[in-house]
């Protein structure tokens, strides 16, 4: 396992949770971390990243005002704090690390499930 995702649940809208991602693999040279999310049904969709010294954090619309992404290096690892989450949030979300600017998300992690209800 290169990237274990843990945090995931079954909360009620306007909820929070906290993801959080431990990364076991070298990351020197690599690019970025990111959270991807996939609903039942639905193509994967990017949520948020950040660069792998933890600094220019970026959102997709969707996640905008209401997620954050943060990096812990001396812990290996990176977070996503969703708050306000609403039912369309509901998917299994993944860890991802592109290990080289260029190369896209190269490495995924096992995904946590999120569910939100109504």
């Known amino acids: 396992v290169q990237l274990q995702a843990s945090g995931g649940g079954s909360v009620q809208t306007g909820d929070s949770l906290r993801l959080s991602c431990e990364v076991f693999?070298?990351?020197?040279?690599?690019?970025?971390l990111g959270w991807w999310r996939q609903a039942p049904g639905k193509e994967r969709e990017f949520v948020a990243s950040?660069?792998?010294?933890?600094?220019?954090?970026y959102y997709a619309d969707s996640a905008k005002g209401r997620f954050t992404i943060s990096r812990d290096t001396a812990k290996h690892r990176v977070y996503l704090q969703m708050n306000s989450l609403k039912p369309e949030d509901t998917g299994k979300y993944y860890c991802?690390?592109?290990?080289?600017?260029?190369?896209?998300?190269?490495?995924w992690g096992q995904g946590t499930q999120v569910t939100v209800s109504s």
């Open positions: 991802t690390l592109s290990t080289a600017s260029g190369n896209g998300y190269d490495v």
């Open positions: 693999r070298e990351t020197n040279g690599a690019y970025a």
């Open positions: 950040i660069t792998i010294n933890g600094n220019w954090p």
